[in-house]
């Protein structure tokens, strides 16, 4: 296991790699003067664009500038902004309001998304079944942002119930309806997946031989059908992971929630590469390291799979 | 994702094949004719709006601005004094132009980047496979955000039609990677099957090969991901045009008319409730029959 962990982590640097190269290329293909406005109305001194050039090797070609900076990002060290601000300190704010909002949302779906869709598989054609169905249509239809938008005019505006914008703290209480407002896609596709996982399984050889053997069915259902309906399960909600952190950049925009998709799509409108890079190559870690858990927890939920 | 490509194989010869019993099995769908209706009122929206309105969408006149809705101006009127009706009936014109053009390319794309990979093996699959890698690791609105910001900033004088042909680039751009996953499984799996071996000793070049003996199997399951893929290409175009990164004013599009009745929620709910309804009965539309297609074509399932 610890050697197929490994190779997977070997293969994924040519991944990191080419997908960081490409955000890279893009933010420094991106017209505009990093140094428009920067210094009021007036064009910038000399002596600072020297300065800057030095710091940020706004001079150098394209693969000089990315090879600099991917040596000090391996480093841990993720440079400045054009502000001078380390950008390690804006992603050490940023980063736990954007965890939370994706916890928040994983346990939505997770709960609420397997619950209703076992429920609804194991008894099929039922009145939560069809309850189950018309839902997640809906919620399979209604793009996020209008829920966002929804949420925050009814629930917000309306009724009162939750302030409109989150404040600079992002408490838990602050991010219990954004986190469920993003939860909103993977919970439908989630109890979609379990409702047929759990549908398929439950026509399985071996759990008619449970049956037959004379297992209450509750043991039946409990340890054989959920536990083998698992695996599907857990991949969807593992890479969701990794795109929680991106539906995240409408609906922080919305509630105006200052984690890392806001981070990172105010800094793409401002052309500043020094953050962009740095949080979009966090994404992409995420992102395989998500997919790289998730195919050790197969092992763990399913005996028969080994890796070698 | 090989195991409906092999059913499929021995179905695709058969004189009753694989597509024929899709199609019994989806006529006696109601949610496909629904579906299938609905979809029809939309096309003819984006193609023929003058049948549903005989107002000039750009037409504003500013003693009228956000009049609630009436008899004359069934959707009220926005900032402008503009006919929401009529430009609500004409942003479907960007949703579905965007949302069936993005799919055709990336189902083409990724469809015959996927067979050549699965065919050629060796170098050509490595440089398709892990570029296809490189583009999905990046996330799908951050990816399509950079994209959109570096070569639309460039043209900020454009017009509908460019503005469009970005957006369509983008989402092509981001997903072709998926359907070329799907369709080199498919492919790989029939490779070296022994029809194909035949085909290629009776001298059948590589595109009789690639075009007759393996598109075949392939096909199915590209024409299941890529009827799901035009609901959540809507959406997506929806999303970046609220985001101002997407379409933007000349184009008439839902997404721009959503975000900008934001700010006028409180007093004219109506600008941002017409827009979101057509919206989602769009892509509700195209979500039915993507699942109709998928429980037709999936032979797991029957």
């Known amino acids: 296991m610890g050697r197929y962990a490994l190779r997977r982590l070997l293969q994924a640097v040519p991944v990191v790699v080419g997908t960081t190269l490409l955000i890279y290329w893009m933010m420094w293909a991106l017209p505009g003067d990093p140094f428009a406005g920067r210094c009021g109305e007036r064009a910038c001194p000399q002596d600072y664009i020297e300065a800057m050039n030095a710091q940020f090797m706004l001079d150098q070609p394209l693969l000089v500038q990315y090879s600099a900076y991917m040596a000090n990002l391996v480093q841990f060290d993720f440079g400045v902004t054009y502000n001078m601000v380390p950008v390690s300190t804006l992603i050490a704010q940023a980063l736990p309001v954007t965890l939370r909002l994706a916890l928040i949302a994983l346990a939505v779906e997770a709960v609420v998304g397997i619950v209703a869709g076992v429920i609804a598989g194991l008894r099929r054609n039922g009145y939560f079944d069809t309850l189950v169905f018309v839902s997640t249509l809906v919620a399979l239809s209604v793009p996020i942002f209008v829920i966002a938008r929804f949420a925050q005019w009814g629930l917000g505006v309306n009724l009162g119930w939750i302030s409109p914008t989150v404040s600079n703290e992002a408490t838990w209480a602050e991010l219990l309806v954004p986190g469920a407002v993003i939860a909103t896609t993977t919970t439908a596709v989630l109890a979609r997946l379990a409702r047929t996982t759990i549908a398929e399984n439950l026509r399985a050889d071996y759990v008619r031989t449970a049956i037959a053997k004379g297992l209450p069915r509750s043991r039946v259902i409990g340890v054989h059908v959920l536990r083998n309906s698992l695996i599907p399960l857990i991949t969807l909600l593992g890479l969701d992971l990794g795109s929680l952190m991106v539906g995240a950049v409408v609906t922080e925009g919305i509630f105006n929630i200052n984690g890392l998709g806001g981070l990172v799509y105010n800094h793409i409108l401002r052309l500043d590469s020094t953050v962009v890079v740095p949080v979009a190559t966090l994404f992409v870690l995420i992102y395989i390291f998500a997919n790289l858990v998730v195919d050790l927890f197969y092992g763990v939920l399913d005996p028969r799979i080994r890796y070698e | ?302």
């Open chain 2, 1 to 302: 994702m090989s195991e409906p490509a092999s059913l499929t194989s021995s179905a695709g010869e058969a004189p009753r094949g694989l597509w024929d019993d899709a199609w019994d099995e989806l006529k006696r769908r109601p949610i496909f004719w629904i579906s299938a209706g609905l979809i029809l009122v939309f096309i003819l929206m984006a193609a023929f709006p003058q049948l549903f309105t005989r107002v000039d969408p750009r037409w504003a006149d500013l003693s009228l601005s956000m009049e609630p809705p009436s008899s004359e101006h069934w959707f009220g009127t926005d900032r402008q004094g503009r006919d929401v009706y009529a430009r609500t009936v004409y942003g479907a014109r960007a949703s579905i132009v965007v949302g069936l053009t993005a799919t055709v390319l990336t189902t083409v794309l990724g469809g015959l980047l996927g067979m050549i990979a699965a065919y050629r093996g060796g170098w050509v699959d490595i440089l398709i496979s892990r570029g296809g890698e490189i583009l999905l690791g990046l996330p799908f609105v951050l990816g399509a955000i950079i994209i959109l910001s570096t070569f639309a900033g460039a043209q900020s004088d454009a017009g509908p039609a460019t503005i469009m042909m970005l957006v369509i680039a983008t989402l092509t751009a981001l997903s072709w990677p998926m359907v070329a996953r799907i369709a080199r499984s498919a492919v790989y799996a029939v490779k070296s099957a022994d029809y194909v071996n035949a085909a290629r000793v009776l001298g059948a070049g590589p595109m009789r090969i690639l075009f007759r003996h393996l598109l075949p199997n392939a096909l199915a399951p590209i024409v299941v991901y890529g009827s799901l893929l035009i609901a959540t290409f809507v959406s997506a175009e929806a999303t970046l045009s609220f985001l101002g990164v997407g379409l933007r004013p000349p184009v008439i599009s839902w997404g721009v008319a959503i975000s900008e009745s934001g700010d006028f929620i409180r007093q004219a709910f109506y600008l941002t409730l017409f827009p979101t309804i057509f919206l989602c009965a769009t892509v509700l539309a195209f979500v039915l029959l993507g699942d109709a297609v998928r429980d037709a074509l999936d032979p797991k399932l029957r």
